[in-house]
């Protein structure tokens, strides 16, 4: 696979071992593994202009050229590093506008991707050519709600997609692939949107999905494995976590009490009561607003996940806005370092810890890497249970077959941990499923694999290569970890930065991400204890009244 240019050839390349036969001092070293997932944004578009001093670095500093082709063969358009925080259009990243950005085709019975579609899908979301198209008892229904509603195309931002962040932009996450371990090829796990790809984090298969379906998985995940083998797991969460979905990671008091909101992270540190796994979902509540750059109101506006859906501004208001400002993505960052300053704080426990900052896919933005094929499939045929049978009955994406062999866009993976040697970087090939994979080999090592998925990925803890843990060289990131300029209010800000009440007056409209968020939030509130949501309740404090019992509930059972 080359390290410049357009793409790459569809196969599998050779893995590096980072240790030799070491796997055993590691598995007697590491007690904790903490994962953050956050949302949507490829390797190039965050890490792309990074200055690394490895130059074997995959990003956009070498030869290149780093182009697509413009909006219906024009002009081609070159990568460059002046993205800002807001976008005015959540770009697509549907299964079919993925295969699109890769250009990937079957020739001769392997995939071929020449990443050279990016602008070009970028364009059609804007113009209106991107709408799904569903099947099933409610779709035309929807086709009607979707004509009477549609939105003001947007056009000739297509470039966008190019525009990655400059190394300013991005400070905490540029300073820990300096100072601790890059994946210079981790790519989603498949082509497509985030629900697939998070629960190939969880269960090493989406179920046989390559779009958000909103219902519940009844997939073996790597919490129960690990629960089989006698070790503990937490899931910190805020909000309405898409890790929802597997219902059985919380339909019993027993399972409950794992999880707790994501500021209790740093008090388990603290005090001890890290378990040996910790998932870290971020906030996808959307903004109140489409105004740039406008400070948290409220208990309302507390999104973390970077989505460029939580990252929106009118069109018009685009090429005036700053590159960067509070909100969304500025609090992302800052989560990183408040978990990485958590584990700083106690340097023994960190010394016992990996930590992994990684993104569920790319968003629709750049990346000049091809992903592989030529990956086991998971295998199994999809297990929907009779509510998702029903669901799928009433409606349900239309989508083209895939086989699963081919992963998706390289996104951001960095391995922070003492034993990791500053700067390192690996290049085997990885996917959302070396999550499970690693927490067996370190935890399980006695289990077999969840699907055919994790069975061939590799872990990353084999990036934990020193001897003796770092001590003195460590950064400092503790003046990203608490967003004053986030919080603080400007004098006049608009009226309509004002949170409306949960269940008063008219909401905005919801971004896609989080409608799909709000159902699922709909489908755990029949399952959770206690009455039901009102019906009066807006879509956001409906959300949040979910959250609320749900955590009312796992606290209960704590």
Same mark, same amino acid.
């Given at each position: 696979?080359?390290?410049?240019?357009?793409?790459?050839?569809?196969? #599998?390349?050779?893995?590096?071992?980072?240790?030799?036969?070491?796997?055993?001092?590691?598995?007697?070293? #590491?007690?904790?593994?903490?994962?953050?997932?956050?949302?949507?944004?490829?390797?190039?578009?965050?890490?792309?202009?990074?200055?690394?001093?490895?130059?074997?670095?995959?990003?956009?500093?070498?030869?290149?050229?780093?182009?697509?082709?413009?909006?219906?063969?024009?002009?081609?358009?070159?990568?460059?590093?002046?993205?800002?925080?807001?976008?005015?259009?959540?770009?697509? %990243?549907?299964?079919?506008?993925?295969?699109?950005?890769?250009?990937?085709?079957?020739?001769?019975?392997?995939?071929?991707?020449?990443?050279?579609?990016?602008?070009?899908?970028?364009?059609?979301?804007?113009?209106?050519?991107?709408?799904?198209?569903?099947?099933?008892?409610?779709?035309?229904?929807?086709?009607?709600?979707?004509?009477?509603?549609?939105?003001?195309?947007?056009?000739?931002?297509?470039?966008?997609?190019?525009?990655?962040?400059?190394?300013?932009?991005?400070?905490?996450?540029?300073?820990?692939?300096?100072?601790?371990?890059?994946?210079?090829?981790?790519?989603?796990?498949?082509?497509?949107?985030?629900? @697939?790809?998070?629960?190939? =984090?969880?269960?090493?298969?989406?179920?046989?999905?390559?779009?958000?379906?909103?219902?519940?998985?009844?997939?073996?995940?790597?919490?129960?494995?690990?629960?089989?083998?006698?070790?503990?797991?937490?899931?910190?969460?805020?909000?309405?976590?898409?890790?929802?979905?597997?219902?059985?990671?919380?339909?019993?008091?027993?399972?409950?009490?794992?999880?707790?909101?994501?500021?209790?992270?740093?008090?388990?540190?603290?005090?001890?009561?890290?378990?040996?796994?910790?998932?870290?979902?971020?906030? %996808?509540?959307?903004? =109140?607003?489409?105004?740039?750059?406008?400070?948290?109101?409220?208990?309302?506006?507390?999104?973390?996940?970077?989505?460029?859906?939580?990252?929106?501004?009118?069109?018009?208001?685009?090429?005036?806005?700053?590159?960067?400002?509070?909100?969304?993505?500025?609090?992302?960052?800052?989560? #990183?370092?408040?978990?990485?300053?958590?584990?700083?704080?106690?340097?023994?426990?960190?010394?016992?810890?990996?930590?992994?900052?990684?993104?569920?896919?790319?968003?629709?933005?750049?990346? %000049?890497?091809?992903?592989?094929?030529?990956?086991?499939?998971?295998?199994?045929?999809?297990?929907?249970?009779?509510?998702?049978?029903?669901?799928?009955?009433?409606?349900?994406?239309?989508?083209?077959?895939?086989?699963?062999? =081919?992963?998706?866009?390289?996104?951001?993976?960095?391995?922070?941990? @003492?034993?990791?040697?500053?700067?390192?970087?690996?290049?085997?090939?990885?996917?959302?499923?070396?999550?499970?994979?690693?927490?067996?080999?370190?935890?399980?090592?006695?289990?077999?694999?969840?699907?055919?998925?994790?069975?061939?990925?590799? @872990?990353?803890?084999?990036?934990?290569?020193?001897?003796?843990?770092?001590?003195?060289?460590?950064?400092?990131?503790?003046?990203?970890?608490?967003?004053?300029?986030?919080?603080?209010?400007?004098?006049?800000?608009?009226?309509?930065?004002?949170?409306?009440?949960?269940?008063?007056?008219?909401?905005?409209?919801?971004?896609? %991400?989080?409608?799909?968020?709000?159902?699922?939030?709909?489908?755990?509130?029949?399952?959770?204890?206690?009455?039901?949501?009102?019906?009066?309740?807006?879509?956001?404090?409906?959300?949040?009244?979910?959250?609320?019992?749900?955590?009312?509930?796992?606290?209960?059972?704590?």
């Amino acid at each position: 696979m080359p390290s410049s240019g357009q793409g790459g050839p569809s196969r #599998i390349p050779s893995r590096d071992h980072e240790i030799a036969g070491g796997d055993s001092r590691v598995a007697a070293t #590491i007690d904790h593994v903490i994962v953050i997932a956050l949302e949507n944004r490829s390797f190039d578009h965050m890490l792309g202009y990074l200055q690394h001093p490895d130059a074997s670095f995959d990003g956009l500093l070498g030869a290149g050229p780093y182009e697509n082709p413009g909006w219906g063969g024009g002009t081609p358009v070159s990568a460059t590093p002046d993205a800002k925080y807001v976008l005015p259009l959540d770009p697509d %990243h549907s299964h079919e506008a993925v295969m699109l950005q890769l250009g990937a085709t079957r020739r001769g019975g392997s995939w071929q991707v020449d990443n050279r579609g990016f602008v070009d899908s970028f364009e059609r979301k804007g113009r209106g050519l991107a709408a799904p198209s569903f099947d099933g008892v409610l779709a035309p229904l929807v086709a009607l709600c979707k004509r009477l509603t549609a939105a003001a195309t947007i056009k000739d931002r297509g470039p966008l997609a190019m525009r990655c962040q400059a190394t300013s932009q991005v400070p905490v996450l540029s300073e820990l692939a300096l100072k601790f371990g890059t994946c210079t090829r981790w790519f989603s796990s498949v082509p497509g949107e985030t629900w @697939p790809n998070r629960n190939f =984090l969880h269960s090493a298969t989406s179920d046989g999905t390559t779009v958000n379906e909103t219902r519940f998985y009844d997939n073996r995940t790597i919490f129960e494995l690990l629960e089989e083998a006698g070790k503990s797991w937490h899931i910190y969460y805020d909000d309405t976590p898409q890790v929802w979905a597997f219902h059985e990671l919380w339909d019993s008091d027993d399972r409950r009490r794992n999880w707790y909101r994501s500021s209790e992270f740093a008090n388990h540190v603290h005090s001890g009561q890290l378990p040996n796994y910790s998932f870290i979902e971020p906030n %996808h509540r959307p903004p =109140l607003h489409l105004e740039p750059y406008l400070p948290v109101v409220g208990q309302h506006d507390h999104g973390s996940s970077q989505h460029p859906g939580n990252n929106l501004v009118a069109d018009k208001d685009y090429d005036g806005c700053p590159p960067s400002g509070p909100g969304d993505f500025a609090r992302a960052e800052a989560l #990183i370092a408040e978990v990485y300053e958590a584990l700083r704080s106690n340097p023994e426990l960190f010394q016992r810890s990996v930590l992994l900052v990684t993104y569920d896919e790319h968003g629709g933005l750049y990346d %000049h890497v091809g992903p592989p094929g030529g990956v086991p499939a998971p295998g199994g045929k999809p297990q929907p249970g009779l509510l998702g049978r029903l669901l799928r009955f009433l409606l349900r994406r239309k989508t083209t077959f895939f086989d699963f062999t =081919l992963l998706g866009v390289r996104v951001p993976a960095i391995v922070i941990s @003492p034993y990791v040697p500053a700067g390192v970087i690996s290049a085997t090939p990885r996917d959302h499923a070396s999550v499970p994979s690693t927490l067996r080999a370190l935890f399980a090592p006695t289990h077999g694999p969840l699907t055919k998925r994790d069975e061939w990925a590799p @872990p990353f803890h084999t990036m934990l290569t020193l001897d003796q843990p770092r001590t003195a060289d460590l950064p400092d990131l503790s003046g990203h970890a608490a967003p004053a300029a986030a919080l603080a209010s400007p004098t006049g800000a608009p009226e309509s930065a004002t949170a409306p009440l949960p269940g008063k007056g008219p909401e905005p409209p919801l971004p896609d %991400h989080y409608q799909e968020l709000v159902e699922l939030a709909d489908l755990v509130d029949e399952k959770l204890p206690g009455p039901v949501a009102p019906t009066t309740m807006g879509p956001r404090a409906k959300a949040q009244h979910v959250t609320a019992e749900f955590q009312h509930n796992a606290e209960s059972a704590r």
